[in-house]
């Protein structure tokens, strides 16, 4: 059973449609990453989720609660890091205070507000700015001051819109290891939209790619991979003569593609299990010095590209 | 609870507006210049005429000086819920807002009850340093003791200033689905404040012996009345009835 389940969610603004009939299942503790080129519908379909826009069509659940019939409740059991986060605080309001009201709001105990304030602020290393107006803060500190907000009452269901925008590598890596962990040891559910395709593939146990308000693939992945019916890659990483190496693999008839780099071949192969040994004694006969034969993963990104540029459909 | 987190959002939309120079400015004006036009107005006959005519002048002016105070006491709503609802919109901060567990009861009465808290002083504080300001003037110069406010102005600072009041803040309630800007919602709410014009401005143009009736100018402040109940039921009730966090958040 899903902690996230859509079913046919639309939602149109005049005659715009900019959600199509979605359909998404992201499991309890789960990593899911929704990707997309900018005006795809990841915002709408977060909006949606934390009840901020109604379905023109169609509905969804967040754990328990059906989002058009119990918003308040979707609301409850919900963080949300909006779009844009680090401009949704209240610069006239210190750290501290903003994270004091929406603790209050999310009707955090009185008595853990403090403490749980601390412990996020000190673990964004934040705590010394706690003092500080929210506007005078960086744009990187104010993300995750606003990333703080979203953790506070800590929710069954995160929603992210773009959790490391603006964050400096290291913050980003914090923030990444934080997901993870409170996936692991809380079991929340997160439900992350990014451009940042490296971080999704490290971070996501599933991913959707959408575009124009649809779905177009969804899966880990491996299986996007596979939907795809994506060639595998093998890299050969030579010492020495590169292109002669690269000369005797695309004498082989059943080497489809071949792409040099510094000290290496990106090769596609037809029917690797059967010719890749074969490639390698060609090599090795010729006199070429391998030093590594390995299997490519391929890229988020390549796939990516491959499906907006309709290899999805 | 629905309570305390109206009160919460209440307390920070205060806050936050009190931040903005052009609120602080027009609390401070209206704060200030509500008193001294209405010892001006009242006192100020009562130094230089006598007889019947001070009795007409009176007459003419109490009942003016009254909605003056009462609409410079309103004034700072339609900037404060302005801010409180487009403003907030405009910061980006009103999302994170709308995406609490808060229901839109809540959330509408927080955003009201910041103009009403301050508001409410205002009108409270503005009477009082009316009526003891004209006291003191009056006292001061050797003359006779002029209560204000008469009973109609009581009515009108009592009973119609909170309903206009409370008419501003859901007629912004219904703007704020509708504009995308601060300064046009202050602009549109603005007019429900022409009620007070009713009680400042009818007595004396509908009396065509020139002598104000009493009378009328109960039946004119009644009108008031009226009709700050009917603008205020019905703003509240379409306020109530088309609030929704689509069309908020479909502006951004």
Known sequence: MGEIVTDQLSKRFGKLKALDHVDIVVPKGSVFGLLGPNGAGKSTTTRLLCTLLKPSFGTARVGEYDIIENPVKVREITGVLPEEGSHTLYPGMTAYQNLEYFAKLYDVPDEEIHERIEELLTFMELWERKDDNAGELSTGNRQRLALCRALLHRPEVLLLDEPTSALDPVAAKRVRELILSLAKKYNQTFFINSHNLSEVQRICDRIAIIDKGQILLTGTTAELREQLHAKQEYMIRVAGDIEKAKSITESHHFVESVKVGVDSLIVTIDDPYENNSQLMQGLLAAGVNIIEFAEEEASLEDLYLEVLNGGGN | ?252
């Open chain 2, 1 to 252: 609870m629905a309570q305390s987190k109206s009160m919460l959002v209440a307390l920070a939309d205060i806050r936050m507006a009190l931040k903005l120079k052009m609120v602080k400015w027009s609390l401070v004006l209206s704060a200030a210049f509500g008193p001294l036009m209405t010892i001006g107005l009242v006192a100020g006959p009562v130094l230089v005429f006598t007889g019947p005519e001070l009795n007409l002048m009176i007459a003419i002016l109490m009942p003016m000086a009254a909605a003056m105070l009462a609409m410079f006491s309103v004034i700072p709503a339609t900037m404060i819920s302005a801010n409180a609802l487009v403003g907030e919109r405009e910061q980006s901060t009103l999302e994170p807002l709308l995406c609490t567990p808060l229901t839109d009861r809540e959330l509408l009465w927080g955003k009201t009850l910041s103009s009403v808290l301050i508001c409410g002083a205002i009108l409270v504080l503005s009477t009082l340093a009316s009526t003891i300001g004209i006291a003191a003037v009056l006292l001061g110069a050797g003359k006779q003791l002029i209560i204000f406010p008469d009973l109609p102005g009581l009515f009108m600072l009592a009973v119609v200033a909170p309903i206009v009041l409370f008419a501003v803040v859901s007629l912004m309630i219904i703007i704020s689905g509708k504009v995308q800007r601060v300064y046009e919602a202050y602009q549109m709410s603005g007019a429900i404040i022409l009620i007070f014009m009713i009680p400042m401005m009818a007595p004396i143009i509908f009396s065509p012996s020139g002598v104000v009736d009493p009378s009328m100018i109960w039946m004119w402040n009644f009108v008031s009345f009226l009709l700050a109940v009917v603008i205020a039921v019905v703003t509240w009730a379409i306020a109530f009835k088309q609030f929704n966090r689509d069309s908020m958040v479909s502006l951004v």
